[in-house]
């Protein structure tokens, strides 16, 4: 339909869930233009503004637009043969020290063109669209070089730009040694302090700096170079951290008020902790944990005690989580690690914004805010939550669009 910038629609009889609770009684949503201009229980809803409205639709289940807080969307190549070899009982771990892993992913997507990496990701960020998401967050880090990590942001630009969603882009430069530092960490760190990051910023591809902190990846003392280089230039950080051990990542990413620590099966309470203190987000990956089939869940425990707020993303990638469907995530949270649904639905609403330093702008429904919200086929929230089931969602509203 066409969206004038006067145009007023009324959404009324609904169940709302807000971002942070769910209403208990019906509710109206007005929007006028792109913006939220009231949200009322149906009692206090004017008998004028229900005769200003242009169009009317009636019941179902309101939620904020979806977030999708930590993805790898871009990439070459495919990696179905490392399904089978971990089926076969080849560890994670073992298969990138083989050269395969993120490493093999890199091959394919340097070997890639713009527009071959633009094609490949457009479907992986369609079926995020039509699963509901409004605001989508795509790393880098299959490039390992400045000429490929800056290829990559400019295609997560550009899918922001050309299609109806959010982009919010992640230099993940510090994801993996390429092959060429073998043996020679410090120095490629060296290239993503004083190139890579530098490049990204002259260009503004980069809302963020990323690291992986593992053993696989780098070392502590490595990511705290990455971050100071990227607060040098105004730049906020997150962290892969605690996914395969204790390093001590999310501590140090909470030393420089990262945005998120992301993963964190391994993490402790002097972890925890730290995170409360500089209020960084806890993002949980079930997805990665379902596909590598790990044991060990996150401390959901003592991320309630301390209130830390817990993201949930797909961490859509080609290896360790080749899963694009950010709704399946909310059973995934509440079966393997025991969130609660409403608990669930935060993670991609209100605290994925909060992962991504869009509070106050994503993530909540609000009189003023942009009218991104979705409507579903279903009675209450936590049936999000309950069923694995595609096609229930009714209307998806992007920036006053219906889709």
């Known amino acids: 339909m ?18 942070r609770q769910t209403s208990d009684e019906k509710m109206a949503l007005l929007v006028v233009g792109n913006e939220i201009a009231q949200l009322c229980p149906m009692s206090e809803l004017s008998d004028e503004q229900i005769q200003e409205a242009e169009t009317m639709h009636s019941g179902g289940v ?23 070899q971990r089926l076969e009982g080849v560890s994670y771990e073992e298969i990138a020290r083989r050269g395969g892993g993120i490493i093999s992913t890199v091959r394919a997507t340097r ?37 490929d990590e800056l290829k990559m942001l400019r295609v997560a630009r550009r899918l922001g730009s050309e299609q109806p969603v959010n982009v919010v882009t992640t230099l993940l430069a510090a994801h993996a040694l390429p ?28 809302d963020a700096v990323d690291v992986f902190c593992e053993g696989i990846g780098f070392s502590v003392a490595q990511c705290e170079r990455v971050f100071q280089a990227a607060q040098a230039y105004d730049l906020r950080v997150k962290a892969h951290a605690e996914q395969l051990s204790n390093l001590g990542g999310s501590a140090l990413a909470a030393r420089y008020q990262a945005l998120s620590a992301d993963h964190i099966e391994w993490l402790d309470e002097d972890g925890v902790k730290a995170m409360a203190e500089a209020g960084t987000v806890a993002t949980l990956l079930p997805g990665a944990f379902y596909t590598l089939r790990d044991t060990r869940v996150p401390p959901i425990d003592l991320l309630r005690r301390y209130q830390v707020p817990m993201a949930l993303a797909t961490d859509g990638n080609p290896g360790s989580s080749p899963i694009f469907q950010l709704s399946l995530m909310l059973n995934m949270a509440c079966t393997l690690f025991r969130l609660t649904p409403t608990e669930a639905l935060q993670g991609v609403t209100s605290h994925a914004a909060r992962a991504l330093g869009l509070s106050g702008q994503a993530g909540t429904l609000a009189i003023g805010r942009q009218s991104d919200f979705c409507v579903w086929d279903i009675h209450s929230p936590s049936e999000l939550a309950y069923a694995i089931q595609p096609g229930r969602l009714k209307q998806r509203i992007f920036q006053g669009e219906i889709s």
């Not at 066409?2 to 807000?18: G, M």
């Not at 633009?118 to 967050?137: F, K, M, N, S, W």
């Open 111 to 147: 070997a890639s063109s713009e527009e071959e990496l633009y094609q490949a990701a457009l479907p992986r960020l369609q079926a995020l669209i039509q699963d509901g998401v409004t605001t989508v967050e795509i790393k880098s880090g299959y490039g390992l070089t400045l000429k």
């Open 62 to 84: 309101i939620t904020p637009g979806l977030i999708d807080c930590h993805t790898h969307l871009i990439f070459g190549g495919s990696r179905a043969d490392e399904f089978e």
């Open 179 to 206: 092959p060429e530092f073998k043996d020679n960490a410090d120095g490629y760190i060296d290239l993503i302090c004083n190139e890579i990051i530098p490049a990204a910023a002259a260009e503004n591809l980069a």
């Open 2 to 19: 066409i969206n004038r910038q006067d145009t007023t629609r009324l959404w009324r009889d609904a169940i709302l869930f807000d971002g």
